[in-house]
């Protein structure tokens, strides 16, 4: 099994962190799926 690349999880939790002040924990809690969800909502808040 190849493991998620750990510098784009880093890319992800940092901008959930910033811009959400969810905690590291919470944030590590998240499906995959849905760390990628909430950094694509936000990208999509910052073209705005």
Known sequence: ????P???L???VACI???FHWSLEDIL???HS???RW???I???MQQ
């Open 39 to 41: 950094v694509g909502e």
């Open 43 to 45: 990208g999509k808040m």
């Open 6 to 8: 750990s510098d784009v």
């Open 17 to 19: 962190a910033f811009h």
């Open 29 to 31: 809690n998240l499906e």
């Open 1 to 4: 099994m190849i493991g998620y």
């Open 10 to 12: 880093h890319e992800e």
């Open 34 to 36: 849905d760390r990628q």
